[in-house]
């Protein structure tokens, strides 16, 4: 498959510090090309192999909850 690259919302992100955390905690995942959490504008800039987009979302949510448990990622 190839990859796409979407942005998605991003709700209750609180810091800038915290975002690039769970910047470099996506960027490590399996699948990802490049990724960007941008805390002013509240958004998760996304390069990504769509062939295991469901199993992704979920390891991304993961790694932003183990960061920001308040903070969410709106996928749909």
Known sequence: MANVKKTFEMEDLDCANC????QDAISKLEGVCSCDVNFMMQKLTL???EANEK?????IKKCIKKVEPDCNVLFD
């Open 19 to 22: 975002a690039r955390k769970m």
């Open 55 to 59: 199993k992704l979302f979920k390891e």
């Open 47 to 49: 390069e990504y192999d």
